[in-house]
Every structure is written in C-alpha cells, then in structure tokens.
C-alpha cells in the first residue's frame, strides 16, 4: 500500500505535487502539471489514455501473475475489438464504442481521484507514514446512491478496502456496519465536487489546496526579490 504516501506517489492514485515541489518546478513541467490536473484533460483524454493505453502494460518488477493477466487481457481486447469490427465495420465500431469509453473512463478515474483527493485527507514523507492512518484518513468513505453503490461494487467503502483488500467487495458494507470503528464521517456526492479544486499538498498546513494558495507563498519571495 502507497496511500498518502508522498515518498511513493503515482501507484493506484491521481499524481498530485506538493506546494514546494511545484514552485520549484522548472516553467514546461508546471504547465504540463496544470494541463494533467484539469478536470477537462484529466476525466477525458487522461481517462482514456490511463485505461486504454497505459493499462496494457506491465511494470517490470511485476510478477508472473501480473504479467500474464495483462497479456491475456490484451489477448481478449484484440479478440473482441477485431470480431466486433469484421461484423459491423470499423466507422460502427467506434461510434459505440468511443462514447462508451469515455464514460467508463472518465468514471473510473474519478472514483479514483476523489477516494484520495478529499479534505480533510492525509499525506506523509515515508518515515512518518502510518499504514492505519493513511487507509482510515487518507481514503475516503464515498457514500453513493444505493444504485450506484451497486454499480460500483461497494468501492465507496474504500477507507476499509486499503485496510484489507482481501475483504471481497460485496462483504465491505456489512463490515462497516458492524463495526464502529469504520464508520467515519462520509464523503457526499455534493461535498466531493469541491475535491475538483484540489491541485496541490500543502505540506506545513497538512491539507489538499488550489491554485490560488500559491499567492501566499509568492508573496514573501516578491518582497525579498
């Protein structure tokens, strides 16, 4: 588990910069930072690169598992895709499916993003990272309509699937129900929307912020200058 771990960021969550890293940021890689963390680029054209493209490879330390769930699952894709296209053409093909992919994508990365880009939430550097905390504080509990916590799969109980994901998915609600200490304040739809604002950690305040937190810390280095 890589939770809200600053040291090890990138792996099952939205990449997301601290204030000090981004300021220190040579000019291409901020603008190519903003451009990644705009919700126009990052619920579209990032969705569909992450699951149609970067998903079908492998990290080289994974293991013979991983490896040949991936292969095969390339395997499938093509199969499918290929048959689908020989039966109604390529032009047809697309027209479904394009529509179809960026919904499921743009959802899936949302689910995603806002299960660790929440206030209040937790971050820290690796030597202070706490497994509990960053599974209890660093994950949301996303409290979705019964319908679409049946679509889902009960993946809004994320802050007890970091804790144990060997607790299968239709188990999650029945444990936090039984026990108290999972019962955490929920993340509503309508309190998750501002998670869109969200751009950076502030490290000394040890909270998610915008880009207009970024004035306060310009500030003093203008008067100095």
Not at 1 to 16: E, K, M
Not at 68 to 73: K, L, R
């Given at each position: 588990?890589?939770?809200?771990?600053?040291?090890?960021?990138?792996?099952?969550?939205?990449?997301?910069m601290t204030v000090e890293e981004y300021l220190a940021a040579p000019w291409y890689k901020k603008i190519g930072y903003r451009i990644m963390r705009s919700p126009m680029i990052l619920f579209t054209i990032g969705?569909?690169?992450?699951?149609?493209?970067?998903?079908?490879?492998?990290?080289?330390?994974?293991?013979?598992?991983?490896?040949?769930?991936?292969?095969?699952?390339?395997?499938?894709?093509?199969?499918?895709?290929?048959?689908?296209?020989?039966?109604?053409?390529?032009?047809?093909?697309l027209m479904v499916e394009l529509p179809i992919l960026l919904i499921a994508c743009g959802s899936g990365v949302w689910l995603f993003y806002v299960q660790h880009n929440f206030d209040p939430s937790y971050w820290e550097r690796h030597s202070n990272w706490e497994f509990f905390n960053a599974g209890m504080d660093g994950s949301s509990f996303y409290k979705l309509p019964k319908l679409l916590q049946w679509f889902t799969g009960n993946i809004g109980f994320h802050h007890i699937h970091h804790l144990s994901p060997k607790i299968p998915n239709y188990k999650l609600e029945e444990c936090h129900n039984e026990n108290p200490v999972f019962q955490i304040e929920p993340l509503t739809i309508r309190r998750s929307l501002k998670s869109l604002y969200y751009r950076l950690w502030d490290e000394k305040e040890k909270m998610l912020v915008g880009w207009n937190a970024l004035k306060k810390y310009r500030m003093p280095n203008m008067k100095t200058d």
């Open positions: 588990a890589t939770a809200g771990d600053l040291d090890r960021r990138g792996v099952g969550d939205v990449y997301t969705a569909m690169i992450v699951f149609v493209v970067t998903h079908r490879f492998f990290e080289a330390e994974s293991g013979k598992r991983e490896k040949s769930s991936v292969i095969w699952t390339n395997i499938a894709i093509a199969a499918v895709v290929g048959w689908l296209m020989l039966e109604i053409g390529w032009a047809a093909f």
